[in-house]
């Protein structure tokens, strides 16, 4: 009799403890069931081909961000809310109109699929107003970053536009009269034949510029050596940008001594883009 008191203080101990995690448990499956969710596509509104890079941001009807995300190359995305409501999803990418869709309502662990369509925007390039009339996405230059570079307004850049409707003959006719770069033909040696190549000042002097060819640095004994109608015939450049100081340079070009330019300081960066697609 005497042991009967501690076996049921055990007993209910027990089932105390069985009832806590049983509670622990529901509440671990309801925080988890709370999420509400709208999946989808961006897409341009006019071929319905998605857009990849895209900026989705979920918000409240009163226009408080709840989170964002980023769409996939499938122009796909997923946002979502802890708390059930109403819901405005706003998009946006380069070259394309921001735009709001909604209000979705969505109850507790609701979700729904959409179909986000968006349209091009005209966008301003050195004083022309280009229009899109397909995804943005899809050019070379957009996808290289140079239509971002140009927008970010630092250097002197030269656009297939201007290009084609320029008189130049040779790839360095392209960069006459741009500040502070120079044309030279070299006298003598065995590339004289071929053409003439770019130099760029620094500190009150000539030197050979660091060159970029699609993304890729070439090597500094080329660059010095080279003509530039060798490193990029006419009929292949795409576009051209040109990075005198070294406040203009982006980060993915960063600042360095060329072959021949070494204690002088940095000499400048040329940036070439062929006509790949």
Known sequence: MQAEGPRRLADAARLLLCLVTGVSALATVASEARAQTITGTLMEVETSQP?????????TEDGDSI????????????VESEEAGSFVLL?????????AAGVFELGQDASMDVQFRIAAAPMPIEGILVSLQRPVLEHNLVRNGFVRRVTRGLGRFITPAQIER???????????????????RPGGAINAFQGEMVRMVSQNDY???????????????MTSDTP??????L???????????????????????????????????????????
């Open 51 to 59: 857009i990849s890079l895209g900026l989705v941001i979920m918000m």
């Open 67 to 78: 989170t964002s995300t980023v769409t996939n190359g499938q122009g796909q995305f997923t």
């Open 91 to 99: 998009a946006s990418a380069f070259g394309f109109k921001e735009t």
């Open 166 to 184: 320029s008189s130049a003959r040779t790839a360095a006719d392209l960069l006459r009269g741009v500040p502070g770069v120079h044309i030279t």
């Open 207 to 221: 030197c050979a510029p660091t060159i970029f060819l699609d993304g890729a640095r070439i090597a500094p004994n």
């Open 228 to 233: 530039l109608d060798a490193l990029a015939p």
């Open 235 to 277: 009929q292949t450049i795409d576009a051209i940008e040109v990075y005198r100081r070294p406040s203009e340079v982006p980060i993915e070009y960063g600042m360095t001594s060329s072959g021949n330019n070494t204690g002088r300081g940095p000499c400048g960066v040329l940036v070439i883009w062929t006509k790949t697609r």
